[in-house]
């Protein structure tokens, strides 16, 4: 596609659910990223994939926290037992080819919201 | 560990006002240096950057310059907009790891 596409855009859940949120990279980008921004706060990492290598999941906040890239494409980031503090905007970034000062380009998020 | 500090807003000015945002980083070896920008209802996008010591970046007439000696990387802009109100967001590429780092992000609101 033309853009980083993220689904879905709103999600609504109770707390205790299973989450799971979807990222569709720019088609030829070999870098995805997840980040979490909270209301008033900055972006946080959480997890980047570079081509086939193992991904540096330095940045998930607990192991309820999960994330997979098939195919080197899509990427779906889980949420399991979903609890209120998970409540944030996830942002999904591409970059073409990982390197450090490579621009990134960014979804316009999942805003999810633990009840 | 490497960070990003960038000035708290709310940043209020009128139009045709001269921009200051503040960023300072901590990092090992040579990071390179971005500025994003979030306008109202859109997503983040790379405003600016710069990848080595004194380099200017610029871009729909703002500018940061790469200041190794101050470790800053101060966004400006000679006369601010009312469409420049946004949140942006100061950012540095991490070489030791492989992640990038931001900011908490400064909104700006310029009044007509």
């Known amino acids: 596609g033309a853009g980083v596409s993220q689904s879905p855009s709103n999600k609504v859940t109770e707390k205790g659910k299973d989450v799971e949120l979807r990222c569709d990279p720019i088609?030829?980008?070999?870098?995805l990223y997840w980040y979490r921004q909270s209301l008033g706060q900055g972006l946080e990492f959480l997890i980047y994939?570079?081509?086939?290598?193992?991904?540096?999941k330095s940045g998930l906040p607990s192991d309820r926290f999960s994330a997979e890239r098939t195919g080197g494409s899509v990427s779906t980031l889980t949420i399991q037992r979903t609890q209120q503090e998970d409540s944030a905007v996830y942002l999904c970034?591409?970059?073409?080819?990982?390197?450090?000062?490579?621009?990134?380009?960014f979804g316009s998020g999942t805003q999810l919201s633990v009840l | 560990g490497n960070s990003v500090t960038q000035m708290e807003g709310p940043v209020t000015l009128s139009e045709e006002a001269f921009l200051t945002i503040n960023c300072t980083y901590t990092?090992?070896?040579?990071?390179?240096l971005f500025w994003y920008v979030q306008y109202p209802g859109e997503g983040l996008q790379l405003l600016l950057k710069?990848?080595?010591?004194?380099d200017k970046g610029s871009n729909k007439g703002f500018e940061a310059t790469y200041r190794k000696e101050t470790t800053s990387f101060h966004l400006e802009k000679g006369s601010v907009q009312v469409s420049d109100s946004a949140v942006y967001f100061c950012?540095?590429?991490?070489?030791?790891?492989?992640?990038?780092?931001f900011g908490s992000g400064t909104r700006l609101s310029i009044r007509p």
């Open positions: 970034a591409s970059s073409l080819g990982g390197g450090l000062s490579d621009s990134l380009f």
């Open positions: 088609s030829g980008h070999t870098a």
């Open positions: 710069a990848t080595k010591a004194d």
């Open positions: 950012a540095l590429s991490d070489r030791s790891a492989s992640k990038i780092i």
């Open positions: 994939f570079q081509g086939n290598s193992a991904p540096d």
């Open positions: 990092a090992t070896g040579y990071p390179s």
